[in-house]
């Protein structure tokens, strides 16, 4: 077990961070020497009661919780329930549990089975030591905001989250549109400047809600394509991320059939204040795209660290046809129709038909099918995950991706993976994913580790370690590890399991 640590890092959102870098820099114990089958392995598992596609969050050094102080790893579930757990398995039941009410019974094949509840990963605010989860009541959906220390409702809270637009596309009713229950709260929540923002796909648009934090008030609202249908926000369980300047960045998607009209397939800038779009960025194949269901918005973005080049503050990310965008977040491209034949009804137009700063080829094997991750950075390198490939490391360098690296593994299957980093500042990094193949026959999920400076160097697998000692729970789809203060936590179809140095 790792004791009590007060100085190390908290994981108080979706991918560690606002700009969703996935990085955890200040991991002083776990390194490239100490992560492998001899020494690294699962320590513990917290048995939860449905499944958690929510990534886990982590406070350190939680004062009044439980009667005294605890590094604390919180879990969502979509059985709607939130967990507070002891971080270091010195208690072998919840520090607390609150049930957030029935959740929404679902037989989706393609989609979350058998229930929805929470999906959508949570977001801390440590300053009021709140954290903010939307639940999925019978298709009602409802913004809690529940206290660290014994999950009470805080803030007049719960509310139900819900927005009507004017609009005259799919479902609208006397010119207007309105929030429908069959929505997937899928993206993670986001906080912002003091406000919540809460993102819907998986219906007939695409949704932004921003709720003030310390009310749980509706002060802002965003639909996608209120003349039209699609613009689906999902991005694989992804979260708006956000530059620091009070600017948000998400990627839309589309289904087969979808009209043209509104953000089908596009990269967003919204103004955080009140969720205006200040710029936007939509491939130029965007009707190939509707034509195949081939989102662009499987996958999230990520804000990139400023650099010196043309192009110092940049964005990267990519969806289902596998090309990957490198835009200026000053000025992102908007949207030409093509006139060119070769720029539009095509898989891969030329890098010349779009207003990137620089488009990568298609990286993935799989067609209309690739990136459905977040991908992450550290150091000089942006990683990505395929589905039907392997992990691909990038340098970034001068505000352009070269030098594309591979890992040494096996090609992972549906969906790839969404790749994380630790790290001791600009050393000792590791990159950690999960492969989940099997969540469609129940099989367990398989942790990695893999050096972050050469990915083709696999430090650790789960399934190799000996016998059955390290191998984890059912496979959940797009889920997470999270990584802090010597472990390594991640949700599976019945438990949170938990992997660290083993005892000598």
């Known amino acids: 077990m790792i004791a009590l640590n007060a100085s190390s890092a908290a994981v108080l959102t979706y991918h560690n961070d606002d700009q969703r870098t996935g990085l955890n820099p200040n991991e002083t114990t776990l390194n490239p020497t100490n992560v492998n089958a001899a020494t690294f392995g699962k320590l513990f598992s917290y048995p939860v009661d449905g499944q958690l596609y929510a990534q886990p969050l982590y406070v350190p050094a939680l004062a009044g919780i439980a009667g005294g102080t605890h590094n604390v790893v919180f879990a969502a579930t979509e059985h709607n329930t939130v967990y507070a757990f002891d971080a270091d ?44 989860v939307v639940s999925d009541n019978n298709h009602v959906f409802r913004l809690h905001a529940l206290d660290l220390h014994d999950g009470s409702e805080k803030f007049g809270g719960p509310v139900q989250v819900t927005a009507t637009v004017p609009g005259t596309g799919a479902d609208s009713f006397n010119g207007n549109i309105t929030l429908e229950g069959s929505c997937y709260q899928r993206p993670a929540l986001a906080l912002v400047n003091n406000v919540v923002f809460i993102a819907f796909g998986h219906c007939n648009h695409g949704w932004v809600l921003g709720h003030a934090a310390d009310s749980l008030r509706l002060v802002s609202k965003f639909n996608t394509t209120p003349n039209g249908a699609g613009g689906a926000i999902w991005m694989s369980g992804g979260g708006p991320a956000s530059d620091g300047a009070g600017n948000l960045y998400l990627i839309t998607g589309v289904d087969s059939g979808d009209p043209a009209s509104g953000f089908n397939d596009a990269f967003l800038k919204l103004n955080a204040a009140d969720l205006s779009v200040m710029d936007s960025f939509t491939p130029s194949n965007e009707s190939f795209l509707r034509a195949n269901d081939a989102d662009l918005g499987s996958g999230a973005p990520i804000v990139l660290p400023d650099n010196s080049s043309a192009h110092p503050h940049e964005l990267v990310g990519g969806g289902k046809d596998g090309r990957v965008f490198l835009l200026d977040r000053d000025n992102m491209g908007g949207f030409t129709p093509p006139t060119n034949p070769a ?82 500042g600009n050393s000792g990094g590791i990159v950690w994913e999960l492969q989940v193949d099997a969540w469609r026959t129940g099989g367990p999920a398989i942790l990695r580790a893999y050096d972050a400076t050469n990915v083709a160097t696999e430090l650790y697998n789960s399934n190799k370690a000996a016998g059955a000692r390290d191998v984890a729970g059912p496979a959940v789809k797009f889920t997470v590890p999270t990584i802090a203060n010597g472990h390594v936590y991640f949700g599976t179809a019945n438990a949170l399991d938990v992997y660290g140095l083993l005892a000598p």
């Open 89 to 132: 398995g010195l208690s072998t039941v919840p520090l607390w549990q609150k049930n957030l009410g029935p959740a929404t019974p679902s037989k989706d094949a393609e989609g979350i089975s058998p229930e929805l509840g929470i999906t959508g990963t949570p977001v801390i605010d440590i300053n009021t030591s709140t954290l903010y």
């Open 343 to 424: 720029c539009d009804n095509t898989s891969t137009p030329p890098p010349s038909c779009d207003k990137s700063v620089q488009t990568l080829p298609d990286i993935g094997n799989a067609q209309f099918d690739n990136l459905f991750d977040t991908p992450a950075y550290w150091n000089g390198f942006v990683y990505f995950h395929s589905e039907s490939g392997k992990l691909q490391a990038f340098q970034y360098n001068n505000g352009l991706l070269s030098g594309r690296m591979f890992a040494n593994t096996a090609d992972f299957g549906d969906h790839g993976a969404t790749p994380s980093v630790s790290a001791n």
